[in-house]
T-cell receptor
């Protein structure tokens, strides 16, 4: 379809392993966001891309987390040396960026479980 | 910093009951306010929004009015249906930082019984 696509939908990994989560935004959307949603909580901002560059990465919890968007479309969130506390649903959203309107289109998320 | 506080859930109602989900916020400047809904097995989707004080957002029978004096954006619906069962998130976009970064509340689980 024409929505935001995230893969994998579920990922189970062991503590210490490396994980990549992919997001394919809506075609033409220049802004792309990653959020993390823990059980029973609202989404928490991680990083925002405008085009290829990370315009705001202030939500990344530490240097184990990194995200790229090399061609201004698909983005990959990378987590090194995973910890059990990284278990959450990772949401990707895209939009037209800019201020005020703020409507974002969300994918269904990638559920990460770290054993 | 910005923050959003929602009434604690879960909320359980009978079909055709009146719904209110309270939301208050703290923000600098003049934020835009949103309600997002997450149906079971689906991604978050925008339900309604208001971009300035006294604006009323409405969609699918839901309404919310941006009240600057009380820093609130309560969600209401006059007659809920079983299909409204979902998790509802209040959110704000401060409009002053790059992009339209959203700050979300914790969400309120609504269950509507037939």
């Amino acid at each position: 379809g024409a929505g935001v696509s995230q893969t994998p939908s579920n990922k189970v990994t062991e503590k210490g392993k490396y994980v990549e989560l992919r997001c394919d935004p809506i075609s033409g959307h220049t802004a792309l966001y990653w959020y993390r949603q823990s059980l029973g909580q609202g989404p928490e901002f991680l990083i925002y891309f405008q085009g290829t560059g990370a315009a705001d990465d202030s939500g990344l919890p530490n240097d184990r987390f990194f995200a790229v968007r090399p061609e201004g479309s698909v983005s990959t969130l990378k987590i090194q040396r995973t910890e059990r506390g990284d278990s959450a649903v990772y949401l990707c959203a895209s939009g037209h960026g800019g201020v005020v309107t703020g409507e974002l289109f969300f994918g269904e998320g990638s559920r990460l479980t770290v054993l | 910093g910005n923050s959003v506080t929602q009434m604690e859930g879960p909320v359980t109602l009978s079909e055709e009951a009146f719904l209110t989900i309270n939301c208050t916020y703290t923000a600098t400047g003049y934020p835009s306010l949103f309600w997002y809904v997450q149906y079971p097995g689906e991604g978050l989707q925008l339900l309604l929004k208001a971009t300035k004080a006294d604006d009323k957002g409405s969609n699918k029978g839901f309404e919310a009015t941006y009240r600057k004096e009380t820093t609130s954006f309560h969600l209401e619906k006059g007659s809920v249906q079983v299909s409204d069962s979902a998790v509802y998130f209040c959110a704000l976009s401060d409009g002053e930082t790059s992009g339209s970064r959203l700050t979300f509340g914790e969400g309120t689980q609504l269950t509507v019984n037939p």
